[in-house]
């Protein structure tokens, strides 16, 4: 593979979209449902009866359709890419994690192949997002659920080791045995990817970016997205600590991971300037810079 090719394996390339605008859809790959061709929509209904109505999806911005179906065999969340891009690999992860995730993650129903998409058919959850602001009632059951999986292991899964994934974040190679671990990862821990149901039940869903590691790596990931929500970074890092791998860990791999976040973030706000990615790299420098200091 060339190095070329091994960083964009890594990292996400850059969306081919006006990346100067100020919003967060900047780089979104979104699309809409009228772009699926005739044959793909046929496709799917092979799997699920007739298509009594569709429902946009209002967050995400990595794949080009995403929403609910209403369809004669139940209600499914789809999320679909076209398989011409390199962000369609990502599918195959999801597929390949699902069985280990449910019920934390919601049941993959269906999976449709074309010659130029690639579709999953996830059950849906009825649900809000999940808010990170200080004080919310959700903080301790986003805890909870990152601890329950952090029980879950990546064993036999084809996944990219976290410090092969952020390898050139890293300020030495010799820091990535400190990532080391057989977790199943999610790493994705911004609020929309956590709904809350009425019986305070959290799923976690998109997949897409999971990984290997340390088991305190999803608590610590978390960390960032809490200061971003608002949280001053002690207070966010205590948070972190109601999970028990994150409150294990050692203090060395953690300053050395705060760093990788930092750099992962910088990277991010370099290639997808907005305002959005601008406030989480500043939120990486916070926290990098509060392990620094202790």
Not at 99 to 110: I, Y
Request: charged fraction near 20%; aromatic fraction near 8%.
């Amino acid at each position: 593979m060339s190095t070329d090719a091994q960083r964009e394996a890594r990292e996400p390339a850059p969306a081919d979209v006006d990346l100067a605008a100020l919003s967060a859809g900047a780089v979104s790959l979104r699309g809409s449902w009228d772009d699926l061709p005739a044959a793909v929509v046929a496709a799917i209904r092979e799997v699920t009866g007739p298509i009594n109505g569709i429902e946009p999806a209002e967050h995400g911005y990595s794949s080009h359709v995403a929403g609910t179906l209403d369809t004669a065999s139940g209600r499914f969340f789809v999320k679909g890419l076209r398989r011409e891009n390199g962000m369609a690999r990502t599918q195959q992860r999801e597929v390949a994690v699902n069985p280990r995730v449910v019920p934390m993650g919601p049941r993959l129903c269906w999976h449709v192949i074309t010659d130029d998409w690639d579709l999953l058919g996830f059950e849906h959850i009825a649900g809000r997002i999940a808010d990170y602001r200080p004080g919310s009632p959700d903080l301790p059951l986003v805890a909870g659920t990152i601890a329950a999986l952090n029980e879950v292991t990546a064993t036999g899964l084809e996944l990219t080791p976290v410090a092969e994934r952020w390898r050139d974040h890293l300020g030495d190679p010799a820091d990535a045995a400190a990532l080391t671990g057989d977790t199943l990862l999610h790493t994705d821990w911004h609020h929309t990817n956590l709904l809350v149901t009425d019986a305070s039940a959290v799923h976690v869903v998109d997949w897409a970016m999971a990984t290997r590691g340390a088991a305190w790596i999803d608590p610590a990931c978390w960390i960032v997205w809490l200061a971003f929500a608002g949280h001053p970074i002690a207070d966010a890092e205590q948070w972190a600590t109601e999970v028990p791998a994150f409150r294990a860990a050692p203090d060395d791999a953690v300053d050395i991971f705060a760093e990788v976040q930092a750099r992962h973030w910088q990277y991010i706000a370099d290639h997808h300037p907005n305002t959005m990615t601008h406030s989480l790299r500043d939120a990486a420098v916070r926290w990098a810079q509060h392990r620094a200091r202790r």
